[in-house]
T-cell receptor, first 116, second 111 residues
Framework: EPEVTQTPSHQVTQMGQEVILRCVPI?????FYWYRQILGQKVEFLVS????????KSEIFDDQFSVERPDGSNFTLKIRSTKLEDSAMYFC??????????????FGEGSRLTVL | GDSVTQMEGPVTLSEEAFLTINCTYT??????LFWYVQYPGEGLQLLLK?????DKGSNKGFEATYRKETTSFHLEKGSVQVSDSAVYFC??????????FGAGTRLTVKP
């Protein structure tokens, strides 16, 4: 069964360092997403991406964040200068369509980021 | 903006007990509604969904009915098992927004 894969599963970094989280979405999916979950809290939407550009982003997704689809398979989230409050589980997701008709997202297992 | 509000946890039940986790939504359009489940150490998985009013989504003994009049999508299961222990997220998707999740409700089922 096709699945979304994420790397690394866990990354520890120093405050101020740049981090890149990688995702390989399901191959025939067209919409890609990043969500994050701070420990014990709700899953928060960060950004959606379609046709090589951002479709929507939340207020959390400020200038320190960026996303990219550098080739036909990877979808990356970059945090330029990490802060302590960026410590969270980051989930990548993909879907065939966007919106209410199908709407089902397929999630990866997450990348845990710890900022020291 | 569109949002969901779900019952705060944690919820602790004995095996074979009846489960209800409440979820209400706010949306300007006609959203689809979802329940996702997150087992320990894993990502979110779709549990069930409903795309229009009065639809009932069901899977693995869980069910939820899309109630437009009460803007609700409560999750129910008649007899929970230890293996149902997980965090359950209510979510919605609409024309105007990508998927939005509730805060999650942690369920622990004891033998």
């Amino acid at each position: 069964e096709p699945e979304v894969t994420q790397t690394p599963s866990h990354q520890v970094t120093q405050m101020g360092q740049e981090v890149i989280l990688r995702c390989v979405p399901i191959s025939n999916h067209l919409y890609f997403y990043w969500y994050r979950q701070i420990l014990g809290q709700k899953v928060e939407f960060l950004v959606s991406f379609y046709n090589n550009e951002i479709s929507e982003k939340s207020e959390i997704f400020d200038d320190q964040f960026s996303v990219e689809r550098p080739d036909g398979s990877n979808f990356t989230l970059k945090i330029r200068s990490t802060k302590l409050e960026d410590s969270a589980m980051y989930f990548c997701a993909s879907s065939i369509n966007r919106g209410p008709i199908t709407g089902e997202l397929f999630f990866g297992e997450g990348s845990r980021l710890t900022v020291l | 903006g569109d949002s969901v509000t779900q019952m705060e946890g944690p919820v602790t039940l004995s095996e074979e007990a009846f489960l209800t986790i409440n979820c209400t939504y706010t949306a300007t359009g006609y959203p689809s509604l979802f329940w996702y489940v997150q087992y320990p150490g894993e990502g979110l998985q779709l549990l069930l969904k409903a795309t229009k009013a009065d639809d009932k989504g069901s899977n693995k003994g869980f069910e939820a009915t899309y109630r437009k009049e009460t803007t609700s999508f409560h999750l129910e299961k008649g007899s929970v098992q230890v293996s149902d222990s997980a965090v359950y997220f209510c979510a919605l998707s609409s024309n105007n927004n990508d998927m939005r999740f509730g805060a999650g409700t942690r369920l622990t089922v004891k033998p």
